[in-house]
């Protein structure tokens, strides 16, 4: 029997085959949960429509994650179709194009707050709304990176917002373990995907990974993806509140 047998949930942030909730979407359902997609907008649907159907999603909904109203919208038809849920996936970042190559001191108030609210505050709001579907506990993983901790060259205000993220993380996780819900972050080494296009230099972060990480390599979606399977189904249920690196191990060793 599938780890994920008898579980549904919902995955928000694919937007092509090469994200990385698509990655961690396959590994799911391959385990045998039902899933529900949720996609930003009208362009996307068209990406996402048939990637959902391939793996027999059972609802596919519009969410930009920047309007509450949107997100209790996707918590009320999913709760009127299956009543619970298990689990959510959030793999959901954004922050102004310009605000990933200038000098850090030159981000913008208006900057800051879209980074902030894209990428760190809807998943304070997504577990608000999914909590309460959550009737037999849950399990909700986001995603996160290395420049929330270190000061990555470009990352910038993207770096402040995935602090924000795992600490919010934390912060969810004491307060709803009382209920059998676990929250955690994964925290993924470089891949190019379509967050990572356009970014400049994303070539070199490939490369540094390749000559300096332990495993002399980057990681892949399908990697990803197999860490949220263990940290949403029943083999994390010890683990909340944790940031798990799936990076190569490249955020403790640097070598000479
Ligand atoms: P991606 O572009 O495939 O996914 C990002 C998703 O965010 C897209 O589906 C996009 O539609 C969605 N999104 C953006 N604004 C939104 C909004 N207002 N409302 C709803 N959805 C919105 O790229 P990805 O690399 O798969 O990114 C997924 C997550 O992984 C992000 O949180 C990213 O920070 C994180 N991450 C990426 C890498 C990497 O190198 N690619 C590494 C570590 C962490
Ligand atoms: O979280 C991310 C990227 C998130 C992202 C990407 C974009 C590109 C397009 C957020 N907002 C936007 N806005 C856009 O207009 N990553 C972890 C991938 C990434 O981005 C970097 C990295 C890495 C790794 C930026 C600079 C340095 C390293």
């Known amino acids: 029997m599938g780890l994920m047998e008898g579980k549904r949930g919902i995955i928000f942030g694919v937007a092509n085959d090469m994200s990385i909730a698509w990655g961690i979407a396959r590994q799911l359902r391959a385990e045998g949960a039902t899933l529900a997609f949720t996609y ?10 048939p990637l959902a159907e391939s793996v027999d999603a059972e609802l596919i ?21 299956w009543g619970e849920i298990d689990f959510v996936v959030h793999a959901i970042a954004f922050a102004n194009r310009e605000d990933l190559k200038h000098s ?22 997504v577990t608000r709304y ?29 770096g402040v917002a995935k602090a924000a993220l795992e600490s919010s993380t934390r912060y969810l996780a004491a307060e709803l373990g009382e209920k059998g819900i676990r ?65 190569a191990g490249f955020n403790f060793v640097v070598s000479a």
């Open 40 to 49: 930003l907008n009208e362009a996307l649907e068209r990406r996402v429509r």
């Open 104 to 125: 850090f001191s030159q981000t913008s108030r208006e900057g800051f707050r879209l980074a902030m609210d894209i990428s760190a505050y809807s998943l304070v709001a």
């Open 183 to 247: 929250v955690n972050a994964i925290s993924a080494g470089p891949i190019r995907t379509l967050a990572a296009s356009g970014i400049a230099n994303f070539k070199k972060k490939i490369s540094l990974m390749d000559d300096n990480a332990p495993l002399r390599r980057t990681v892949t979606q399908e990697e990803v993806g197999k860490s949220a399977l263990y940290l949403l189904s029943d083999l994390g249920s010890g683990v909340t509140g944790e940031v798990h690196f799936v990076d």
């Open 61 to 81: 909904l519009p969410c930009d994650v920047s309007n509450d109203e949107e997100i209790e919208e996707v918590f009320k038809t999913v709760g009127d179709k």
């Open 130 to 158: 999914a909590a309460p579907l959550m009737k037999k506990g849950g399990s909700i993983v986001t995603m996160t990176y290395l420049g929330a901790t270190r000061a990555v060259p470009n990352y910038n205000v993207m």
